[in-house]
């Protein structure tokens, strides 16, 4: 398998957003399976598409897509919960 340094389409800013991304995908990932199990499910239900060989700018749209819609998901989720417990708190 060749490394991605050899691969002269690719050049070090490229590889430098490519690798950040990678890393907050699974910072992202890694959260939700640790404290937010039940959306794991999730996880396999969503798509991703991130390499593509010859257009690097479609792999980073896709790695950035997925990100974003990792965080869309925790996020929404979080506030989901957070005004459900906020609703069950004042309702008393």
């Known amino acids: 398998m060749e490394n991605s340094t050899n691969d002269p389409t690719k050049s070090k800013a490229y590889e430098d957003v490519e690798r950040d991304l990678n890393l907050k995908i ?4 890694n959260r939700i399976k640790d404290h937010y199990p039940q959306l794991t499910t999730f996880l ?6 991130v390499t593509d060989d010859k257009n690097v700018e479609i792999t980073l749209r896709n790695l950035r897509s997925y990100y974003d819609s990792l ?10 919960q957070s005004d459900i417990s906020y609703n069950r708190f004042n309702s008393h």
């Open 44 to 49: 396999d239900e969503m798509p991703i598409a």
């Open 26 to 29: 699974i910072e992202v990932t």
């Open 71 to 80: 965080n869309t998901m925790l996020n929404k989720y979080i506030s989901e």
